[in-house]
RNA sequence: GCGCCCGUAGCUCAGUGGAUUAGAGCGCUGGCCUCCGGAGCCAGAGGUCGCAGGUUCAAGUCCUGCCGGGCGUACCA
């Protein structure tokens, strides 16, 4: 909390007779920058008190006017709009930043907490479309975000290798596949094997039951099933490998569904033994007729498991391995249910950390108005996103000044640096909970908030401390920062910990792609209205703290969504 | 039918722990490079916050009903 707003709260406190935490949420910003620094609404005191807020306002309005960091306060009916001394309030903030360094904004609320994130978490055989980067980029910015605020955090891709599509893949395989093309064109082959079996089975039923059949075969162990099962696995990783490593993600442990095979049928027995679960038209399932919801099925009548019951043994193997204080999955607002009776199951099993489980839920990604369907071949494939946004990232380096600086290889990495960006921070740069309807003329427009809007920035501030060339200094004026545009960059600045503690109460990274946008367009205000190279040395080294700290903190909220900070681009 | 999510500017969306005049970007119109990077900056036009009630001194925000869209609702994940 920054000295000026503590000092509002204490006097206010000491005039009011509440104590000063009641008072500090309560401190906003006035609507108008020109009203003052920060504003103090008082019909809760008002309430509490029983007397008119505007006659609580004037009174505070004079008391406050004493403080030591405030230099003004006036009375606006209900509500006290406060002007602070921006030298003081500059002070604080710079400070913070310079002494912070990349640690600025780092919190240790998470001091001794695990959480533990599934995020991603794909289907073998199905190239990634640009709906799977939703819970990719959400999991792993909520991964960066936690970490900063000093959680331990466990990334799992919880890959989705086992269940009846595996049946269907290798029926497909063995009716129209051949090793050969699979080699060649591994993830997409498979998909497309995928596909056909998925039209000819609506017209022939029989064949259904052939998949069905071949899972069965699977499950029980059958080394032709398994072997074809772990050839599929192996080459649909290998294609999601590409995808996360130019995305930059990463994981703790990439551990399949197929990894709970052994402690599903002990898993069942326990449950039915216990009386939680039970035997229903020749399936087994938890009823959870109380809690007014229908059952989860754990076993199929064809004595084959579903993806429920490996969600239970995850989410009992996490908690013993990890004693996690939370376990977020990050997954589509479609599967609420399930995860709704997967937490009450675990209850009914008695374990007290059930409540620990949080679906982290996303709308769909639509592609022009329609639900992206890849078996119907309406689909986005996230290669081509990428591959479409590095080239335009590539043209547009080639049309400016400045990257002449860059040599060949440098464009190419700062074009995949910018271009993945962009696609990252279209997608972070919305709340989780609305659909997203795919437009190639949105994600490829990089004017105005963008990701290469606030790398841009970033670049720029990166290029004036280049040219600067000296150290940053530590005995500054503060008082000489007083331009309109630098005191509202410095109060943006100071809002970097709360954005991020917000982001993370909420499971919103957006509430950081949001900030940055904000950011960003505040520094290039400044940028404009205010020079810092040439100008008179001790105003120079003033701005030169203003312009790093900014700097800091643009590259520490980019990597928090998981994006690049090039120096130049 | 029931449950969950969504409905704010032409488009995409913030704002939904009530509170000073509802914000931003795109697009459109018009300005700004002798000057640290124009992927930039400035200005303008553009709104019955889905509809109707209710609670409140005060509602885009809370409550109820309705309309429109999406998703889920027993053997897919």
């Known amino acids: 909390m920054n000295l000026a707003v503590r000092e509002i709260a204490e006097r206010a406190s000491g005039h009011l007779g509440l104590p000063p935490q009641e008072i500090y949420p309560l401190i906003t910003s006035p609507p108008d920058e020109g009203l003052g620094d920060y504003a103090l609404p008082c019909f809760a005191f008002a309430q509490k008190l029983r007397r008119s807020p505007a006659e609580i306002a004037k009174e505070l309005a004079d008391v406050l006017r004493g403080g030591q960091h405030i230099v003004n306060a006036e009375s606006a009916g209900p509500y006290v709009n406060i002007t602070v001394d921006r030298a003081k309030l500059m002070q604080y903030v710079l400070s913070g930043i310079l002494s912070g360094g ?151 442990e990439i551990r399949g569904e197929s990894a709970y095979r052994d402690q599903m049928a002990p898993l069942i027995e326990d449950l039915l033994q216990k009386g939680i679960a039970k035997e229903s038209q020749g399936a087994i399932v938890i009823p959870f007729e109380e809690e007014g919801l229908t059952p989860l099925i754990i076993r199929t009548k064809d004595g084959t498991t579903v993806y429920a019951t490996r969600d239970l043994c995850s989410a009992i193997h996490h908690y013993e391995k990890y004693g996690f204080h939370k376990k977020l999955y990050v997954v589509d607002a479609g599967q609420s249910l399930h995860f709704k009776q997967l937490a009450l199951a675990l209850g009914k099993l008695g374990y007290p950390w059930a409540t620990g489980l949080v679906h982290v839920p996303f709308g769909v990604m639509l592609f022009e108005d329609q639900r992206m369907s890849t078996r119907r071949g309406h689909v986005v494939f996230l290669e081509e996103v990428l591959k479409r946004s590095i080239e ?50 949105e994600v490829l427009n990089f004017n105005g908030q963008s990701g290469p809007y606030v790398q841009y920035t970033h670049a720029r501030l990166a290029g004036v401390l280049r040219k600067y060339g000296k150290s940053i200094p530590s005995e ?38 949001g900030y940055l946008g904000n950011l960003a367009a505040s520094v290039n205000q400044f940028y404009d209205n205010c020079r810092v190279l040439g100008e008179e040395p001790s105003l120079e080294e003033a701005r030169i703290a203003l312009v790093y700290s900014a700097k800091i903190v643009l590259k520490k909220g980019l990597e928090l969504l998981g994006m690049k900070a090039p120096e130049r681009m």
């Open 102 to 252: 990349e640690n600025y904004g780092r919190e240790s609320d998470g001091a001794g907490k695990t959480i533990v994130i599934d995020y991603s978490s794909p289907n073998i055989a199905r190239p990634f479309s640009i709906a799977h980067l939703r819970s990719t980029a959400l999991g792993n910015s909520l991964k960066r975000i936690y970490e900063h605020l000093g959680y331990r955090v466990v990334g799992v891709n919880h890959l989705g290798d086992w269940g009846v599509q595996f049946g269907t893949l290798i029926a497909a395989y063995n009716r129209w596949g051949s090793q050969e093309r699979v080699e060649q064109d591994s993830i997409y082959e498979l998909f497309r094997l995928y596909v056909r079996f998925n039209e000819e089975s609506e017209r022939d039923p029989m064949l259904k039951e052939e998949a069905r059949a071949w899972f069965k075969r699977l499950e029980d162990g059958d080394p032709e099933a398994l072997k074809l099962w772990k050839w599929f696995v192996d080459e649909s990783v290998q294609a999601f490998q590409r995808y996360y490593e130019l995305l930059g993600v990463e994981f703790t």
């Open 392 to 441: 335009l990232t590539r043209s547009i380096i080639d049309t400016i000044k400045k990257s002449s600086e860059l040599t060949e290889k440098e464009k190419e990495q700062v074009a995949q640096d910018v271009g993945v960006s962009a696609i990252v921070y279209a997608d972070l740069s919305r709340s989780r909970t609305h659909d997203i309807n795919f437009r190639w003329d």
């Open 476 to 513: 500054l004026t503060y008082s000489l920062l007083s331009h309109p545009q630098e005191i509202s960059l410095a109060k943006c600045l100071e809002e970097f910990p709360m954005k991020v503690k917000h982001a993370a109460e909420e499971y919103e990274p957006f509430v950081v792609a």
